[in-house]
């Protein structure tokens, strides 16, 4: 039988301290021959803690992601086909900002960061915007693989200076990236990896790679106990068998 892409995933979140949980996640693995053609996605978001409504944009985010992306032309790169679904999200969060009681008040507004990976053939296919985070582990450790789009005024206030929904247009960081058999790559909001240290979250994968939904409940878990003030999501992904 022909080898398939095959990974194992590990998922966890956590409102924390907060009243509501503005984080969003997911993964979508489709059959064949959306496997071959649109690959697997899977991506987080984070919603501004400043609103009330961000976890509207979050969830949106994600939900629209997965439906759009796979319903795109198989013609289409996986390049073009994500950006052209994210920049459509981006538009109508912003337009919803504009249309509500917050349109001049954007720290209100439906506003979230994205990070997503998309996984097909040999490559991980990477799209960014905002403080969310995609690392891969490596022997070194850690490698943070994507930017933070954040501006720090003080130890007390930052701002994003990248997120969807901000403005009507977003730019949108893009890479890709050969994968291998035994890859694990995370996904992690700032409520999580603001609180651990890079060698802790390493050790904890590696101790556990057979459970990987235990992993990431156990960083969620240390990052609490670690003083986090925010929602705490984590995935963990491992690429199991690559395709021919």
């Known amino acids: 039988m022909k080898k398939q892409l095959q990974i194992s995933v590990g998922q966890f979140t956590s409102t924390g301290k907060k009243a509501i ?3 969003f996640y997911g993964i979508l693995l489709p059959n064949e021959p959306l496997l071959s053609s649109k690959g697997i996605a899977v991506a987080i978001a984070d919603g501004i803690s400043s609103s009330d409504v ?4 979050s969830q949106t985010a994600i939900k629209s992601f997965f439906q759009d992306y796979y319903s795109t032309p198989a013609s289409w790169s ?4 994500a950006q052209k679904v994210l920049k459509a999200t981006n538009s109508w969060l912003y337009s919803q900002t504009q249309h509500s009681a917050y349109r001049f008040n954007k720290d209100k507004g439906y506003i979230c960061t994205f990070s997503g990976i998309v996984f097909k053939s040999h ?14 582990l490596t022997d070194a450790g850690l490698e943070q693989l994507t930017t933070d789009h954040q501006r720090i005024v003080s ?9 969807l929904g901000i403005h009507n247009n977003v730019e949108l960081d893009y890479r ?4 291998h058999e035994g890859d694990i790559f995370l996904l992690a909001t700032d409520g999580v990896y603001e609180y651990l ?4 979250i390493a050790a904890t994968i590696n101790q556990q790679r057979h459970d990987l939904d235990q992993a990431a409940k156990q960083l969620v878990t240390d990052a609490f106990a670690s ?11 491992s690429i199991d068998q690559l395709p021919e």
């Open 155 to 163: 130890a007390e206030t930052s701002y994003l200076t990248r997120a």
């Open 123 to 136: 490559l991980a296919h990477l799209f960014h915007c905002g403080d969310s985070r995609i690392y891969r």
């Open 197 to 200: 240290k890079d060698k802790h």
């Open 54 to 57: 961000s976890q509207v944009a």
């Open 227 to 237: 003083g986090s003030q925010d929602n705490l999501t984590l995935q963990i992904v």
């Open 78 to 81: 996986v390049k073009h086909s």
């Open 176 to 179: 890709h990236i050969t994968m």
């Open 21 to 23: 949980n503005q984080d």
